[in-house]
């Protein structure tokens, strides 16, 4: 049993899963704890900001992470020679993974959201060197340059979730992102044989999870919380989308304030 604390405090230190070259949690607390002991982030936010990143990339397009509901989105845009992403409701460049497959190449987008733009803002800010997004669409090449750029290093994958009640509420683990992470992890790691065990616990869970679901991976996706919330609004195709396994080489890397295809 976890001896008690004082004042009910957690350290920080014993959730950095330490000894595994393959690491796996949820949110801005996982990316502080695990951030700094680790060569390589990728930043797993299936539903909708990571394959949103994924296929504008794959149409040529740059996107720049902005943090969520803030005044200054509109300057920033404009300062960089960027569009502003809005409402798919509008009719306007937005998270929609479906519209920015067939985005114009060149175009530049500034693509606020409230998970996976958020922590790609925040790994930057604190010094993350290698900072990836990762989603179903992609996970075997951000696997590859992944291990490639951590040079022997750790990885840590973070599942962005999503929230329960509003944007500040607290966080919901969210099973898409899950089977996300899940799918990186079984590209990072396919035999899961190494001893000791290449994936921290945390990370074998999430790479299990993906291996279970793999053979129906479309219908566990859309019957999730988060697909029911799109299909609401009549953004099926958005989940067929992002649904997609392994279906792109693009690798989706923060350089400077960019996410570029590597």
Sequence with gaps: M???????ARAAEWCTQEGHAYRFDWGMEALGALG????VVVIVDVLRFSTAVCCALESGATV???RWNDD???AYAAAHGAVLAG???????????????TVDAGTRIVLPSPNGSALAVAARDHG???VLVGCLRNAHATALAARRL???GAIAVIAAGERWGTIDGPLRAAVEDMLGAGAVLAALDPAA?????SCSPEAAAARAALIGARPRLYDTLVACASARELLARGWEDDVATSAALDVSTVVCRLVADEFRAD
Excluded: C, I, K
Excluded at 36 to 39: D, G, K, S, T
């Design 150 to 152: 951590a040079a022997g």
């Design 36 to 39: 700094p002991h680790v060569a």
């Design 64 to 66: 720049l992470p902005y």
């Design 72 to 74: 200054g989105a509109a």
């Design 193 to 197: 044989a190494a001893s000791p065990p």
């Design 87 to 101: 409402r798919r409701e509008d009719s306007e460049l937005s998270l929609s993974p479906t519209d920015l497959l």
């Design 2 to 8: 976890v001896a008690e604390l004082q004042h009910g």
């Design 128 to 130: 993350v060197e290698h």
